[in-house]
């Protein structure tokens, strides 16, 4: 049973563009969270999926989007980059259940030049 | 605003020894989650073991246990029998049980734990 993965493992961009960072949930799981961690910090919450819909999100600019599709898998667009986004950008899966426990892919390093 | 603040950046330990890492959180919640999760240098969070606030007795995953002080609003993670392996960033971390807090964690900065041979 595979986990939660992520692609790209690495990436190098610069200022001003366009990133997109992809995620598969583990099976069976329906819900898509996505964090980002910079150096040095715990993850911060960007947004969660659910039924691909935008169910919560953090206090993330309109720069940051996303997407669920049907298959649950889901996208994190980042526009206009700043050396500021330069993180691990985290993906996380889960099931509705009281625990909602959320198992964490291994990540994606962005790099903003 | 849900808070979570780890107060010690770095702690090491001797193998075989026992650490204990803090946690302190703020809430206005009577009802909530509280994790410890595990990142090695692979990057990849694991979970290591959760609370739930409403039940008082502590929880405890083998080696794994935690001192959960719900009036003092600390949750504290005991390792015992310290392993190399056990050597990674240690996130705590709060999870409301209702409403938009449900959604998400909210993760303290974290403690680098050192395992000495």
């Known amino acids: 049973d595979a986990g939660v993965t992520q692609s790209p493992t690495h990436l190098i961009k610069t200022r001003g563009q366009q990133v997109t960072l992809r995620c598969s949930p583990k099976?069976?799981?329906?819900?898509v969270s996505w964090y980002q961690q910079a150096l040095g910090q715990g993850p911060q919450f960007i947004f969660q999926y659910y039924e691909e819909e935008e169910r919560q999100r953090g206090n993330f600019p309109d720069r940051f989007s996303g997407h669920q599709f049907p298959n649950y898998s889901s996208e994190l667009n980042v526009n206009a980059l700043l050396l500021g986004d330069s993180a691990l950008y985290l993906c996380?899966?889960?099931?509705?259940?009281?625990?909602?426990?959320?198992?964490f892919g291994p990540g994606t390093r962005l790099t903003v030049l | 605003a849900q808070t979570v603040t780890q107060s010690q950046p770095e702690m090491s330990v001797l193998e075989a020894e026992t650490v204990t890492l803090s946690c302190t959180y703020d809430?206005?919640?009577?009802?909530?989650?509280l994790f410890w999760y595990k990142q090695p240098p692979s990057r990849q969070m694991i979970l290591v073991i959760r609370q739930e606030a409403y039940k008082q007795q502590n929880a405890t995953e083998n080696r794994f246990s935690v001192n959960f002080q719900k009036a003092a609003k600390s949750f504290s993670l005991k390792i015992s029998d310290s392993q190399l392996g056990d050597a990674a960033m240690y996130f705590c971390?709060?999870?409301?049980?209702?409403?938009?807090?449900?959604?998400?964690?909210?993760f303290g900065k974290g403690t680098k734990l050192s395992v000495i041979p």
């Open positions: 971390a709060y999870r409301g049980i209702t409403g938009a807090g449900s959604y998400q964690l909210t």
């Open positions: 099976s069976g799981h329906d819900t």
């Open positions: 996380a899966s889960s099931i509705p259940s009281s625990y909602n426990e959320q198992f």
């Open positions: 809430t206005s919640e009577s009802d909530y989650y």
